[in-house]
């Protein structure tokens, strides 16, 4: 099975969490954590600001590190490694995301996420 490797960025805003929507490939329309795959001898944290930079325009700090996923999608097995950022400069744009919302804990399950991000949101629902 392929196996795939993304980093994918919690970004807080006060006690609010952004959730993107994905406007391509086969889960377009669904919610996820906004991220993306590692390039050859990119460390995590390197990779997770680049990847945001090129998806929202922002640039992020990523602050800690909050757990790792393992996957098994039916094509790739995915590990995803999580992280809490904040934006430190610019206004968010959406280049490869229909939409976003920031949610409070509370409205964490008001979106369809993709189910790999499904495991980070129960996760949240026990550290926020």
């Known amino acids: 099975m392929k196996k795939i490797e993304v980093v994918a960025a919690i970004i807080k805003d006060g006690d609010k969490i952004l959730a993107t929507q994905r406007g391509y490939g086969e889960f377009a329309g669904s919610w996820e954590f906004p991220g993306g795959k590692m390039e050859e001898g990119e460390s995590r944290e390197d990779a997770l600001c680049r990847e945001i930079k090129e998806e929202l325009e922002v640039d992020i700090k990523v602050d800690d590190y909050l757990l790792t996923i393992e996957y098994d999608y039916p094509n790739f097995h995915l590990t995803m490694h999580c992280y809490f950022c904040h934006v430190v400069e610019g206004v968010i744009n959406f280049v490869e ?28 629902m026990g550290v926020l």
Do not use: F
């Open 97 to 124: 995301h229909t939409s976003g919302r920031w949610l409070e804990k509370g409205e964490l399950d008001t979106v369809k996420w993709l189910p790999a991000d499904l495991d980070v949101v129960e996760k949240l």
